[in-house]
């Protein structure tokens, strides 16, 4: 049914329990699997002195991070006979949400896979919900893991 499934990632416990499930799925669709890791825009420009240093290191712990978390869905891949294909893929400049919907559309995906945090009240008030911004927005079927 699926024949390419975008995960989305971000290397939380909730993003491995949804790596868990998309791996699943590629495995008994034979779909191929691309992890997504996005990378939120640098918070401080626009306040003040920008500072570049402060920059490179946002964007450095971004790829450091971005790499662990396809680490862990690769090894999950690997672990199937046959592998689950698995692209990895990294967006810079575009709010979590926003990267997910646009790559989406991008590779084509016919299911994306987010994970949820799942939280409630005043905490998602102030945080938003990237797997809400993502249902809201996406022209295909998404799946929330808690």
């Not at 939380?12 to 329990?17: D, I, R």
């Not at 575009?94 to 987010?114: F, Y």
Request: net charge negative.
């Amino acid at each position: 049914m699926f024949k390419h499934i975008l995960l989305a990632t971000d290397g939380s416990a909730a993003s491995e329990h949804a790596a868990k499930l998309a791996v699943g799925m590629a495995q008994a669709h034979g779909a191929k699997l691309t992890s997504l890791y996005v990378v939120d825009p640098y918070p401080y420009l626009g306040i003040g002195e920008s500072n570049p240093l402060g920059f490179q290191a946002y964007m450095s712990a971004a790829y450091e991070h971005a790499a662990q978390a396809h680490a862990t869905v690769a090894e999950l891949c690997a672990k199937n006979e046959p592998p689950v294909e698995l692209q990895a893929r990294l967006v810079e400049d575009m709010t979590a949400s926003a990267g997910i919907v646009h790559t989406a559309k991008d590779e084509d995906a016919d299911l994306i896979i987010v994970g949820s945090h799942g939280r409630t009240g005043l905490a998602r008030l102030m945080l938003g919900s990237v797997a809400a911004k993502v249902l809201a927005e996406a022209t295909v079927p998404v799946m929330v893991m808690r």
